[in-house]
């Protein structure tokens, strides 16, 4: 079964990017809408943004000016990008794939914890 | 804040039922059939149970139920066991805008 493992680093300094990679196996990331979701310590969660294998990208309005997605079909993977990072900012980042057309996130990755402090 | 709103607790006696409320509004919840549960346990990813407002994933016990009415999701726990005990968020899509917007989650504890 499709299975999604994020990597990055685990400490980035306020005001720079924060750059995550989303790995999918078992599976390919072709034909399907892949998502990153955010989870604050001890608080709820938070949509951040989507993409199609093609390219095709929308985002959380709240975030928008800072957020980059994109897809590496060729390597099975997808990535994020958070620039201007501050405290509120931390937060385990969670990588998901998307149920065609259900607004529904069928698979999740593990999550990683990302903090941002100098 | 969150934009479904969610009762920050319920509870339980095993083998008991129990409901959980996600109200939104016209924008989303009220309009689109597109409402979905998760259940989250501590330090762990969340896990689908409920999407399309009464949709069970494969492997997903029958215990688990969904409806809707107006601007409010529910979603039910019949036959309350020791492992439901966890975090439960709503999502509903809201919109090509906004796409889908989270509840602040409620806390199931079984007594």
Redesign the interface.
């Known amino acids: 079964q499709v299975q999604l493992q994020e990597s990055g680093p685990g400490l980035v300094k306020p005001s720079e990017t924060l750059s995550l990679t989303c790995s999918v196996s078992g599976g390919s990331t072709s034909g399907y809408f892949w998502s990153w979701i955010r989870q604050p310590p001890g608080k709820g969660l938070e949509w951040i943004a989507y993409v199609y294998d093609s390219g095709f990208t929308n985002y959380n309005p709240s975030l928008r000016s800072r957020v980059t997605i994109s897809v590496d079909t060729s390597n099975n993977q997808f990535s994020l990008r958070l620039s201007s990072v501050t405290a509120a900012d931390t937060a385990v980042y969670f990588c998901a794939r998307i149920m065609s057309g259900l607004a529904a996130f069928d698979v999740w990755g593990q999550g990683t914890m990302v903090s941002v402090s100098s | 804040q969150?934009a479904l709103t969610q009762p920050p607790s319920a509870s339980g006696s095993p083998g008991q039922s129990v409901t959980i409320s996600c109200t939104g509004t016209s924008s989303d919840v009220g309009t689109?059939k597109?409402v979905?549960w998760?259940q989250q346990h501590p330090g762990?990813?969340?896990?689908?149970m409920i999407?399309?407002v009464s949709k069970r994933?494969s492997g997903v016990p029958d215990r688990f139920s969904g409806s809707k009415s107006g601007n409010t999701a529910s979603l039910t726990v019949s036959g309350l066991q020791a492992e439901d005990e966890a975090d439960y968020?709503c999502?509903?899509?809201a919109g090509?805008?906004?796409?889908?917007?989270?509840?602040?989650?409620t806390k199931l504890t079984v007594l």
Not at chain 2, 44 to 48: Q, S
Not at chain 2, 96 to 105: D, I, L, P, Q, Y
């Open positions: 969150s689109y597109l979905s998760y762990k990813a969340p896990k689908l999407y399309e994933p968020y999502t509903s899509y090509t805008n906004n796409w889908v917007v989270f509840g602040g989650g």
